[in-house]
Each structure stands twice: as structure tokens, then as C-alpha cells.
């Protein structure tokens, strides 16, 4: 008698889910860097820029898939 394979279901690694999202699309987006103290010295353009989230591209996007669970 042969045992059937199970495949095993990947852990959602929480850490990753709370720093980063899905789009609808299937678009990773992330928070900007260097957003939370020592404004002072960068222009009011780059701070507006700052506020949007960034997508995710490359081999960390991949990355990232695996260990959201998608």
C-alpha cells in the first residue's frame, strides 16, 4: 500500500503581512524608507513623494509571495 504525498501549506508569515499588500492586480506594495524622524532637512517634494507606497519588483516580489502564502 502507498502513502499519498501530502503538499504542505505554507505559513503566512505575519511579520511580512503587516508591512506589506496585495493590489488587486496581484501588485506588492510597500511603505517608503526613511519616513519618520529628521524631516527638517529633506525637501517638502520628497516627503510628498514618501507618502505613497512603492511596488515591489524582482526577486523580492517572488520572495514575498511565498511567504504570504499566494
Same mark, same amino acid.
Given at each position: 500500500? $502507498? +502513502? ?12 511580512? %503581512? ?5 493590489? +488587486? ?8 524608507? *526613511?519616513?519618520?524622524?529628521?524631516? %527638517?532637512?529633506?525637501?517638502? +517634494? ?5 507618502? %505613497?507606497? *512603492? ?5 523580492? %516580489? ?7 502564502? $499566494?
Amino acid at each position: 500500500m $502507498k +502513502k499519498k504525498n501530502k503538499i504542505v501549506k505554507l505559513k503566512t508569515r505575519h511579520s511580512v %503581512a503587516k508591512r506589506f499588500r496585495f493590489t +488587486k492586480t496581484g501588485k506588492i506594495l510597500r511603505r517608503c524608507n *526613511q519616513n519618520r524622524h529628521l524631516k %527638517a532637512n529633506r525637501s517638502r +517634494k520628497n516627503s510628498r513623494r514618501k507618502r %505613497a507606497p *512603492q511596488e515591489v519588483f524582482g526577486s523580492m %516580489a517572488k520572495k514575498l509571495v511565498k511567504m504570504l502564502g $499566494k
